[in-house]
């Protein structure tokens, strides 16, 4: 399983990779978003001091992109639905947890998560979902990413947040992941 989960920190993430992110530094990997949700949950607790078992959000972000080490950084541009994601997901956690004798404990966590409905569950995928805000937004305002050099396809897909207004992958990503 160690050796599984760990391969994550050798996969980029597919979203930065399908915008034309420029090459002129690192590209946010598996594992870093993983560290990255988990740092800014805690951040967030720590700061409003929430009514949350952290412990069990960050358990929840360690293992939340376990599917991917099977079936990789499936991202909404992908043609994918949400259903047939949620189907290969399950199928990639059983099989990735069937050696470890308590695998059972991820594969709640990883439930939970998906469910969204227990506040550690709904706060640990909302921190997603930001981390992944604040990474577009990083990357745009640093210049990786631009509409301008983004694939016509994913600015066919996003247009009509342009038309609302959106200026860069940073309010793209906000305004796709309005909850």
Not at 99 to 112: L, S, T, V
């Amino acid at each position: 399983y160690y050796y599984k989960a760990c391969k994550l920190k050798e996969v980029e993430r597919s979203g930065w990779v399908d915008w034309n992110i420029s090459r002129t530094g690192p590209v946010e990997r598996i594992a870093e978003h993983i560290y990255g949700t988990q740092i800014l949950a805690m951040a967030i607790y720590l700061e409003y001091e929430l009514d949350l078992n952290i412990d069990k959000v960050t358990t929840m972000l360690a293992h939340h992109e376990t599917e991917e080490i099977e079936i990789g950084d499936i991202t909404p541009f992908d043609g994918v639905t949400d259903v047939k994601k949620h189907e290969l997901g399950k199928i990639a956690v059983s099989n990735i947890v069937s050696k470890i004798k308590n695998g059972e404990y991820i594969k709640r966590y990883i439930d939970e998560f998906e469910k969204r409905e227990t506040k550690e569950g709904m706060f640990a995928y909302l921190i997603d979902k930001l981390e992944c805000i604040l990474w577009a937004k990083k990357y745009s305002d640093t210049g990786r990413i631009s509409l301008e050099t983004a694939p016509k396809e994913q600015i066919e897909d996003v247009k009509e947040y342009i038309e609302k207004g959106a200026n860069d992958a940073g309010d793209i990503f906000r305004e796709f992941h309005k909850y």
